[in-house]
Nanobody, 116 residues
Framework: QVQLQESGPDLVKPAQMLSLTCTVS??????????WNWIRQPPGKGLEWLGS???????SYTPFLKIHTSISSDTSKNQFSLQLSSVTPEDTAVYYC????????WGQGTQVTVSS
């Protein structure tokens, strides 16, 4: 059973960088054709896909946040990470790491608040 667990700060100040890490267990992030995503849900809104990194290291980002978003992986630790720069209060959300052949496996989500 593949399990994902997000980790990172729960409070970030405006204009700073948000960094989150997802630790994958029960499977490898190098599993062929698997993709690893970051998705968020702002309060009172729907799910927003931020971007993904593939088993081969390829990345893809939503065009709305592309210039502020970076996703990377550490295969030695079986982790992948999200960095979101220059955050504003509008980046307050529950952040999920999600992976698999599709959106098969979900982390429990972590609440991140952007506030001074």
């Amino acid at each position: 059973q593949v399990q994902l667990q997000e980790s990172g700060p729960d409070l970030v100040k405006p204009a700073q960088m948000l960094s989150l890490t997802c630790t994958v267990s029960g499977g490898s992030i190098r599993s062929r054709y698997y993709y690893w995503n970051w998705i968020r849900q702002p309060p009172g809104k729907g799910l927003e896909w931020l971007g993904s990194i593939g088993y081969d290291g390829s990345t893809s980002y939503t065009p709305f946040l592309k210039i502020h978003t970076s996703i990377s992986s550490d295969t030695s630790k079986n982790q992948f990470s999200l960095q979101l720069s220059s955050v504003t209060p509008e980046d307050t959300a529950v952040y999920y790491c999600v992976g698999g052949l599709g959106f098969d496996y979900w982390g429990q989500g972590t609440q991140v608040t952007v506030s001074s």
